[in-house]
C-alpha cells in the first residue's frame, strides 16, 4: 500500500470526524463505512425505501441526506454529556440492499433479512429510513426473542389496516407488529399524534390493543416533561425499540416529508424528551420518514441528523455505562 | 351519457374526498364544483384580488394554491370530532368573478353582488382570498340585516384611514365596516396584533371605536386559552364572522404573505383558539392574505388549508347540531 | 337549481378558458372536468402512477401540477394556426383511477381498462403521466386493433429488459410493446436518445428490433427539421401514437424529472418539431415523466403544458379537418 | 462635514463600481444615487408600477433586484468596448414617485410627468419596470416632439384593445402609442413574439398599422444578424426608442416575469443583437417585466441586469462618439 | 442643482421611510446614507467580512440582504414606543472598507480603523456582519477606554481558542477581547448556548473567566424573562455592547447561517427579551452570521432587519430620554 | 472479519456502480474511497478551498455536491465509447487535506504537497474545486518536469494580476502558472471568455503572453468543431492540462457558480467538444467553481458531475488504449 500521508500539523485531525465540517465523504456523522461486524456495537444503516408510502414518495432519498447533514453534528452530546464515539464502536453499515424494489413484502423480507445478520452479531442497529413501513421488517429481526416496549414519536399512530390492498404500507407497520407479537402493546407510547383522518376509529387499534396514545394537545397541555415520564412508565425497565418519525414535528422544522400534520413537536421539546431518555433500555432505534424531494434547503434532513445523534446517544448509554466527558460543561 | 365507469374494488372509493390525495383535480377538499346553490348549506369561494395592497402582491393567486393544499386535508376534525361534511352540503363555488380588476370599487361592488347571491339562497359563505381589503364587500352582503360581532386574527389591525387616495386598501376595511354599520365594535375582538408602524395611532380606531386590541405580547403572555375566553366574551351570542389573516402566524408558518410581521401565533396555539370558538354562531368566515409568489414549498398554502378546515367545521357547528362521529377518538 | 348568475359585462366570459389565467379550478387547460364519453373527440387523462421508477419518484404528482400550468396556455396554437377548441369536442376525464397501486401489473391492468373503455367510446386518449412505464397499458388499448408506429421524443429508449425483478418498469415499456404486437418496430423513431449507460447494449434491442433511433448529437447535428423529416418517413401514413418523455428536453427547461440527461433538445425544437407534425395519423399520445417534487419554480410543470398543447393540437388535426382561424396571423 | 477618511492602499476604490461586488449599497450599477439632473447625460430611473397586469403581478419589485444584481456587472462592455461611465455622466436617479398607485391612469399620468422633467433637464431616460403599461407614458415625455421608431424585443406584440374595461393594461401600450402619435408603426420593429392566443387577430392591429413583426420562428430560422440587419432597416436613421420586455427571452433565462412563453430568444442572442444596435439613434429606453416574486436564485433579475448594462451602452453611444478603451482587447 | 421635484399630494411622503415598501435604494431601514459623521447620534455600518469562518461561508452578503428587508420595517417600535428616528440623528455609513481582505488579521485592523473613526466622532455604531469574527476588532474601537460588559445572544459562547493556526476566527473573538481587556467578564451573559461539540472544555473559558452562560436548556425552563432579569443583572449600570448572532435564532427562523443549532430561542422571545433592555447603557451592538446564500426566501434577513431595529430603538434609548409617542398604542 | 453478506439474486450488484442511484454514500461515481495509491491509474481528488474567491464564495462545498450528483451518472460514455472503469483503476483519493485555510499561500503549499505525493505514484490526478486558485498549486504538480499545454475552458482569462494584495487569488492561476513555467503560453487556448471588465486589459496577459483566446463570440460564431480544431491545434501532441471552470457554461446550466457571465457556452456544446479531444495527452485535469450555496436544486453539481465523467474519460483514454465496448452503440 502506498497511502497518501495524513496531515501533520495537528494530528488529532487524522480523525475524519474532527476535520472542517464541509469537507469528505458524508458518512453517517463522517464514521468508518464498513460491512465487516466484527467487533462493532452499533451499526447505523441506510434503509432507502419509499414503496409503503399512501401520497408523497421520496422518503428512498432520505438515508443520503441525512448523512449529509450528519456531517454538521460533532462528537459530544453537550446536553446529556454523551460521547457515543468513545468506548463504543459505531460504524456506518452502508444502505440495507433490496433487490426487490417493486414488491413491497420482497423487500420487506430483505430488510429484516438484513438485519437479522447484524443483530446475529450482536451489533445494535440504528436505522435510517426510508417511510415507516420499513420499522415491521426491522422488528422481525431486533424482536425476535420476544415483544418489545416502544416509544413511538409520531403525528400518526401508524396501526392502520389494509389500504388499497396492501396489509404493510407506511400506516399499518405497528399494528402489524402487535399482531405478529414483536410489540407489547401495553408497553408501547405513541407521543404527538394529530391531524385530520379518514375513518374517525382510523387508529382506535392503538387504544384498544392497550397503547398509551399520547395525542399532540396533551402533549402542549402537559409539556415535554410530562411526555418523558410518561414514556419511561409504559416502557418501564424491559427492552424497548425507539421509532422516530421526521413528521412528529412540527412541519416548520419537517417540511421535507410525505405526510405533514399542522401543529406539531418542536425540535427543542423532542431533544429534551429523547434526551431525558437516556439510560433506557432501548435495543434498537429508527429515524425515518425523511423525504428530501420536498424539503426546503436540507431543514428536515438537518433536523433529521441531529435527531439521529440523540437517538445514537440512547443507543450508546442503553449498552451500559457510557463516557460522559462533557458532563456538566455545557 | 357514456359514463366511464367508476371503481369497484373499494367502492368507498368513489368519493373523490377517499381517493389518494395526490390524485384528481384540486377543488377546496376535492369538494364537487358547482354554482348551484340549491340545497347548500356551506360554499367556499375564492376571490382571486389584490387589487388592495400597500405592499407586496400576489394574494389573487392565493385561492388556487389554497385548493392545492387542501387535498392533504382529510374529513374529519380530529380535535373536535366535528365532520364537516356529514349533514350538510358543502360545495366548491369556484372563483367570484371581478370583471372590474383595475378599479379597486369595481371590483368590491362585484365581490358584494356575488356574495349577496350566495346569502340570498341561504348559503353561508366561506371565503378564500385574495387580499384583506375583499372582507369589507363580503361583510356588506353577509352583514346586510345588521352590524356582527367578529372574531378577527390577524398581525393588523386593518382599521387604517385612506393610503395613496384609497379608502378602501388591505389596511382599512374595519373601519370602513363600523362606518358603514356591518361591524359592532363592541362586539369585535383582534387577536395577534403586533409589529412596527409609521403611525402612533395608526390603529388607534380600533381602540376608540371599543374594540377589544389583544396584542401579540397579550397573548403570549396569557396563552390561546384566555384568547379564547376574551373572544367569547366579547362576541357572546349574537351572530358574528370570523376573518383570519394568514400574517397572523409567525412567519415561519406563513412566509407567503404580504405584510409578513416578527413574532407571531403558532398554528397549533391558532388551531387550538380556532377548535374552542366551535359552537358560537359564525355566520361567515374568510382566510386571507395567503401570496403564493412569497411561498416556501406551499407550507404557507398548507398552512391556509388547515385553518380553512377548522374555519369550515366552526361553519358547520355554528349550523346547529353537528355529527361527530370522531369526538373522543384521537 | 339556483345557480350563481354569470358574468354580463363580458359575456364571452362565461367561457372559463377566456378569464383571468390566476382563477378558476385547474382542469387541463380549464376544460370542463367530465366522466361522461359522449359525443366527446378528445379525452385528457391524468395517469398518477410511478411505481415503475427505477431511481427519483414524484411523477405521480405531475397530472396535478400540469394542470396547474396549463392554465398559462391559451386557446390558439399561434404557430400553426389549429384551434383545438374549435369543431373538436374535448374534455379533462380526470384521474385514471388506479386500485392496486402496490402492485405494478395490477396497476397496469387497471390503467389498460380505463383506456379500453374509453377508446370503446371512441375518444381520442390525451394522457398525462406518472413515469414512463404507463404508456405500455396505454397502448394495450389503443393499439388493440394491430401494432402502430410511433413517434418517441425521449432521453432514453427505454426498450430495456428486466430490472431486479420487474418486466414492466419505466425502462422497458417499448420493449414489451413491441414483443406484445402493440407497436411496429419499423415505423418507430426514437428521437433525443442520450446519456451515460451501465451497459454497452442497453438500448440494442431498438435498432435489432428495426427502430431508427435518432441520437441527441445527430439531432444537435441535422437539425429539427431532419428531425421531423425522418419523424414523417419512419411513420409514414398509418396510424401512431406520440410519446413525449419530458426528459427529451435539457435538464434546464425540465429539471423536474426523475431521470435527467445532460445535453437535450430545446423547447423551441420540441415546439417546432411537433408543429412539424401535424396532419399525421397520430391515434393517441401522452406526456411522461414530469415530476414536480425536483421541478423548480414550476417550470417543468409549465414546458410539459406547452408540449400537452401541442399533442392536443396534433390529435386535433389527426381527426380531419381543424379550424386554423389563426394561420397566418402571427 | 466630518467624513470617514477614504481607503488608501488602492485610491482607485474610491470609485465605489471598482469596489468587491458584494460590498455597498445596490444602485444601479453602484452609481451615485441623485436626484439632481443638472449636467446629467443619462438618468437610469426605476418604476416600480405593475397595476397594468392581466395575470401574474410583482414587476414592482423590479427595480430592486436589478439594482441588486446590477453589482455583478463590471464597467467596460468587452463585446463593442464601450465604456459608458467614461464621457458620459450617469446617476441613478431613484424610482419615479407615484402617489396614485390605485388608479392605473393616475398613475401613469406621474409616471409621464416625472420623465418629461428628466427629458426637460435634457437627460436621456432608461427606465426599469414596472409591468409593460409603463412604456406609454414615458413614451408620451419621450416622443413628445414627434413619434419615433422603435425596437421593441418582446414575446408579446402589447398591441391590444381594451381588457376588462382598461386601455392602458400591460398588453396595450403600444397600440395607444400609435394612437397618440407617439409611434410610427412603419419604424416600428417587434421582435421574438410567439406564444398562444385568445383571439387569432389578437395582435393584428401590429401588422395592420405597418409595423414589422418578426416572430420567433423567423428568428429561430434566420438568426439574430438577420433581426439585427432588420432591426437597422426598419427604424433607419431617425431617433428611435428600444423597449425591451424581459419575457422576449426564453423562460429558462426569465422565470421570473409575469407571462412566460415558451421557446425564446437566449441571452447570447440577445446581447449581441444588442450590441449590434450600436450607434442607432435611441433616445431613450426601458427594460421591463422583471418579477423577482416568480424568480429563481435572482437569475431573471441578473440577466435583467446585463441587457440593462446592453441599453446603457446604446444610450452612450447613440449621444456620438465614446470612449471604447476596450476596443478589441476581449 | 436641478432637482426632480418632490412628490406633492402627499408631502409626508418626502420623507423616504414612508413610501412604500417595495420602492427605492434599501439602505438600512431606508435612512440617508451618507460617510459625514457630523452632528450624527449613531452610525449603522456593514461590515461585509466573512473571512473568520470555520465552515459554511457568506456572511460577507449579509450586510445587503439586511438592508433590503429593513425597508419592511416602519419607524415606530409598537412594543416599547421607541421612535429611534426622532431626536436622534441616525445615518447608514455604508459598508465599512476592508483593503486586505485575504489576510485575516489585516482585515481586523482596518475594521477597527473605521470604528475607531466613527467612535472619534461621537457616532455609536450598530454594525451589521459578516461572521462573528467581526466583534473583536469593533470592540477594540468601542471598548477603547475600558473594558465593557456584554450581553451576548448567540448559540454558541465564541471562547474558543486556536484553530487551524488562526487565534481570531469566528469561533474566539470573545476569548481574544477578555485577554486584551475589552471585556469584563464577570459583566458579560452568554444566552441561548447549545448544541454538539467536537471537546467537552470547548467553551470552558467562558465559565472560568466568570461570564454568566445561560445555556438553551435554562432559557427554555426559565423564560425570556428570567433570561432579561439575569442580563440585567450581570451587566449592570455599567457601559455595554450588545452581541445578537443570529445562530441564537432556532434555525426554522434563520436558516441562513454559517453554524445552525436545533433547538434555540424564537423571535418572540428574541423581541420581547431585547425591548425588555431598553434603558441599559448599551455604546455599541451588532448583528452578525446572517449568511445570505443558505437562506430560504429571504426570513433570515427579515429576521435579522427585525433584530436589527430592537437594537436601534435600545441604543437610541441608551443614550438619553428618547421619545415614546407610541407607548401605550399598541 | 464478519461482512454483511453480499446480495445474491444478481451478483452484478456487487458492485456499488451498478446499484439504484439513490442508495450508498456519494464518492464520486460511487467509486471505492481509498488513500492507498499502489496500482491506481487515476485518482480523483476533492480540493475543498475557496479562500482565493474575489466575490462569492461557496466553492469550498463543491466537491460533496459533485459527489451526490455524480451517482446520477453511469459507466459507460455513449458518445464517445469510452468505458473509463474498464482496464482502468479509478479511486476517489477524498478530499485534499489543507491545515492552513486562513493562509491563501500555506493552503496553495498544502494543495501543491498532496498533488506531489500523488504524482509521485504515478496517479494521473482529477481534482475537483474549489475555486480556480486552486489550479496553481495543482499545476505545481503536475508540471513539475516542464511546462505543459492546456485546453482552459472559462467565462475568464484568468491571467489577471494582483489583486487587494493577493498575487494568487482565482483570477490570476494561469498568469502566475506563466511566470513559473508551469505552463507554456504558446500551446494554451482560452475558450468562452466573455463578460464585462473592470479594465479593458485585463486580460492582456492572455495575448500577449501568446495564448490563443477564443471568446465566447467567436464560439458562438464559429461552433464547437472549430473550437475543438483550434484547441487541438493549439495543445498539439505534447502533454496538456484540462481546466474546465463551471462558469464557461451559460448561467442557466450552471447557476451555482460564484461569478457568473450572460451568454455561455450549452452543455451539449461542452460535452461535444470535450468528447473531441478524446485521444489527447491530457496529464491531469480539474473541475472548479462549482458553489452549491448558489446553485438552484443542484443543476449546476449534476452538470459538473457530467462535465467531470468527461474528464475522467479524457484522462483514462489519454493513457493508451482504452476499452470502447459501446462504440457506435448508441
Known amino acids: 500500500m502506498t497511502m497518501i500521508k495524513m496531515p501533520k500539523r495537528y494530528p488529532e485531525l487524522a480523525n475524519p470526524q474532527m476535520r472542517p465540517r464541509f469537507t469528505g465523504v458524508p458518512t453517517f456523522f463522517r464514521l468508518p463505512l464498513s460491512e465487516d461486524l466484527a467487533g462493532l456495537d452499533i451499526g447505523i444503516i441506510g434503509v432507502p425505501y419509499d414503496g409503503g408510502v399512501t401520497n408523497r414518495p421520496g422518503a428512498r432519498h432520505g438515508p443520503r441526506e441525512v448523512r449529509n447533514q450528519s456531517s454538521l453534528m460533532r462528537v459530544f452530546n453537550e446536553g446529556t454529556g454523551v460521547a457515543p464515539f468513545l468506548g463504543r464502536r459505531v ?13 413491497l413484502e420482497g423487500a420487506h423480507a430483505e430488510i429484516a433479512e438484513f438485519f437479522h445478520a447484524v443483530k446475529a452479531a450482536e451489533v445494535t442497529t440504528l436505522a435510517v429510513g426510508g417511510d415507516h ?20 414519536i409520531d403525528a400518526h399512530c401508524d396501526t392502520g389496516d389494509d389500504y388499497l390492498g396492501s396489509r404493510f404500507h407506511h400506516g399499518a407497520p405497528f399494528r402489524r407488529a402487535v399482531e405478529e407479537n414483536l410489540l407489547d402493546p401495553r408497553r408501547v407510547i405513541q407521543i404527538g399524534i394529530r391531524g385530520t383522518v379518514n375513518d374517525p376509529r382510523m387508529w382506535a387499534f392503538s387504544r384498544e390493543s392497550g397503547m398509551r396514545v399520547l395525542p399532540m394537545d396533551e402533549f402542549h397541555d402537559e409539556g415535554w416533561r410530562f ?5 419511561k412508565r409504559v416502557i418501564g425497565e424491559a427492552p424497548a425499540y425507539l421509532s422516530f418519525d421526521i ?60 435527531i439521529l445523534f440523540e437517538l445514537l446517544c440512547l443507543l450508546a448509554a442503553a449498552e451500559g455505562d457510557v463516557q460522559r466527558p462533557g458532563a456538566g460543561a455545557a
Open 91 to 103: 460504524a456506518d453499515l452502508g444502505d440495507c440492499w433490496i433487490e426487490q424494489p417493486y414488491a
Open 247 to 306: 413528521d412528529s414535528l412540527d412541519p416548520v422544522y419537517a417540511p421535507g416529508t410525505g405526510t405533514p400534520e399542522t401543529g406539531g413537536i418542536s425540535t427543542i421539546e423532542a431533544m429534551r424528551l429523547l434526551r431525558g431518555l437516556t439510560g433506557c433500555r432501548f435495543v434498537g432505534a429508527d429515524l425515518v420518514e425523511v423525504s428530501p424531494p420536498f424539503d426546503q434547503g436540507g431543514i428536515t434532513a438537518f433536523h433529521g441528523a441531529a
Open 227 to 231: 411526555a418523558l415520564a410518561e414514556a
Open 133 to 152: 413501513s420499513i420499522s415491521l421488517p426491522i422488528l422481525r429481526a431486533v424482536a425476535a426473542k420476544g415483544p418489545l416496549g416502544m416509544v413511538h
